[in-house]
């Protein structure tokens, strides 16, 4: 069985917060990582695989990897953070079949062409939408840093909805 | 209190908050501890023996505390100025002082987040240095500016609250009488328990269960302290580690050449002197203009000004560009990212030498990095080394030991910076290779399962120093003999069995996903109603 116990969007994918919180209020022992542009750079993924923490593995896909993976059924039971870096990657899986009834959002640092909706999150309107698609198929989007935090809906920072 | 000693205590609380002494994360694992603040605020205010145990008492509701990537759970430096003071010029007792400190530090918890919100403005100010390409003036931006505002918002109330409110809530409270400090003395007791099922949070697994419970035992009937016991333990726990891991291999999954990867520096334009002066700028003042938009951008730019400096003087085009992309959105831990600091520095030089380097290049390898490098440094740091650092020295000072702060100090710095400069030097020589293989060497992992099993004993030996609980039931046995629960069962059975399981018990809704504040006030109820009941 794979349960995805966590499915977050976070630009800096595997960082302080979720080590040392989320894989242990999760109890995860995978990590999963799909992004396109990750499982071409071989630097990123060593670097990704290295800071893992004791008895969590991390697996890179490809958005259709990930598909397939996230899908298969599993004979062992895994306990799966699914983290992405953009809404784009989500919104593929879900649209490919994949069951989630909450995303959290983490970081997604400010750049060129976005803007802050919230502390810690900036979007830019590509994004904006992609976030509002995933919401109209009933999926709840939250603001959450850290398990500590009370998880807030974004429908609130959203104009128009 | 007079009103220099409140002004000392503003201070204080600006200082815990601010790069100074001992730098960005030097200050916040040194003089942000209630451990540290204890000290101070006793010398400030006359009575250090006595700040030194309330600083030990109130740091413990603090150990398992982790601030990543950001969030920031609570204010422990305001819980530990406010809760010290409170017990010397309010005259509260201890655990009546540690009941009143929690709710200050989660007040305390707004200024890191109006901080993080107003500092926001001077990044907008480092973005016109850039575009003006002047290297000189990015230190307004990143100290001078935010620095002047974090005193507003920090020394100033906490002078107001001292001066005005130790005395004041310290007789109230007082005037409340007899039963209220009573039952506030029971919650002070039972709260550390808390504190502890948090830092169980982290270690409590596997193994490390079993040395949890043997700490507590050593502690509980041989009478050990914690640094004995902790002494003890770190043999053991090196022998079980070392015997556990052999055999073992761990080879790379990869071997092909890798799209972002560096070469060892071999140029020759930076002295090291200037990749030294950019490390001292990034450790002292990586978080001085920490805000929600770029994080540690504006830091990170400040730190790589010498190398800038130096690199790009009579290229005004090129250091604008650079100081460009040194200003993007950064965040990481302080020491590990040392490492990125050396790394930065030495691809600055190549691309000076010609080397093809663009905008691009340095973005990746700096996103890249930033992320798992925080997770193993906030692990190292904020998971083991700090926690387990402070609770040897707690209960040396909880005896009231005013050197065990003093020697935690030097021992941190000493590491912490030791480590950072050593990694500031494997980036800057030897490239991301090096720092990769590193990263991959499976022994950070085997010190943190071995730190996690050394750091348990020691959190279970504290347990029955720590934690106070005790029943006041009885059962009259006819005539003049009366057989107390306490005395006549519990301790005579295993003495410290009742704190202990209210710390198993706080640890288990913790797990179950509860919420620290709920445990506390859950904690808390439980206190008033045994303590009005008479239970406790």
Known sequence: MNEIVLARIDDRLIHGQIVTSWCKTTNANQIVIVDDSVKKDQFTQRVLKAASPPGVKVEIYSLEEGVDSLMKEESETKRTILLTKTPEAMEFLIDHGLKLKRIVLGGMGAKAGRSQLNKNVSVSPEELDSLKRIMQKGIEIVFQLVPAENPVNIKRFIKGE | ?536
């Open chain 2, 1 to 536: 209190m007079s009103i220099t000693q409140a002004i000392l205590l503003g201070l204080l609380y600006y200082l815990a908050n601010s790069p100074w002494p001992f730098g960005g994360l030097g200050n916040y694992a040194i003089i942000y501890r209630p451990l540290v603040l204890g000290l101070l605020v006793g010398i400030i205010l006359g009575n250090p023996v006595l700040g030194v145990t309330i600083g030990a008492t109130i740091n413990l509701m603090y150990i398992g505390f982790i601030s990543a990537g950001g969030s920031m759970p609570a204010d422990m430096s305001l819980a530990g100025i406010l809760g010290t003071a409170l017990a010397i010029s309010g005259g509260l007792e201890m655990n009546a002082a540690l009941a009143v400190a929690v709710p200050l530090g989660l007040l305390g918890a707004l200024v890191w987040v109006g901080r993080l919100t107003f500092d926001t403005v001077f990044v907008r100010l480092a973005d016109r240095y850039a575009d003006e390409g002047k290297p000189e003036k990015v230190w307004i931006a990143n100290i001078l500016l935010p620095q002047l505002a974090l005193f507003v918002i920090t020394a100033i109330p906490c002078f107001l609250a001292a001066y005005y409110g130790a005395g004041a809530i310290g007789n109230f409270i007082t005037s409340l009488g007899g039963d209220f400090l009573r039952i506030l003395s029971i919650i002070g007791g039972m709260l550390p328990a808390v504190g502890i099922g948090m830092m169980l949070m982290a270690i409590y697994k596997g193994e490390a269960r079993i040395f949890f419970f043997l700490g507590f035992l050593a502690a509980a009937f041989l009478g050990l302290k914690t640094l004995p016991l902790g002494l003890i333990f770190l043999g053991i726990t090196i022998l079980y580690v070392n015997l556990k891991d052999r055999g073992e291999v761990v080879s790379s999954q990869f071997d092909t050449a890798v799209s972002s990867e560096t070469p060892p520096n071999t140029g020759k334009l930076l002295a090291f002197k200037d990749v030294r002066s950019a490390w001292w700028k990034w450790m002292y003042y990586f978080q001085s203009c920490y805000n929600y938009e770029r994080m540690q951008g504006v830091g990170f730019l400040h730190a790589m000004t010498p190398v800038l400096s130096k690199l790009y003087k009579d290229d005004p085009e090129e250091m604008k560009n650079a100081m460009h992309r040194h200003v993007e959105f950064f965040n990481t831990e302080n020491a590990t990212g040392s490492a990125v600091i050396g790394l930065v520095a030495a691809m600055e030089e190549q691309k000076k030498l010609g080397a093809d380097l663009n905008d691009e290049a340095f973005t990746s390898i700096k996103t890249g990095l930033m992320g798992p490098l925080a997770g193993i440094g906030d692990t190292i740091w904020q998971g083991v080394v700090i926690p387990i650092m402070i609770v040897l020295f707690l209960g040396l000072a909880k005896e009231g030991n005013v050197a065990a702060p003093v020697i935690y100090a030097i021992l941190f710095y000493a590491l912490y910076y030791g480590f950072g400069y050593w990694l500031l030097k494997l980036g800057y020589n030897k490239g991301s290779e090096a720092i990769l293989n590193l990263m991959e060497n499976k022994a950070i992992n085997k010190v943190i399962v071995g730190a996690g099993m050394l750091g348990c004993a020691v959190m279970g030996g504290l347990v029955s120093q720590f934690v106070n609980l005790k029943t006041a039931i009885t059962f009259p046995m006819g005539g003049e003999k009366v057989f107390s629960l306490q005395s006549d069962f519990f301790d005579a059975l295993v003495p410290g069995l009742l704190p202990l399981l209210l710390t198993m018990g706080s640890y288990y809704l913790l797990r179950k996903g509860w919420k620290a504040q709920y445990v506390i006030l859950l904690v808390i109820a439980v206190a008033v109603v045994g303590g009005l009941l008479r239970i406790f």
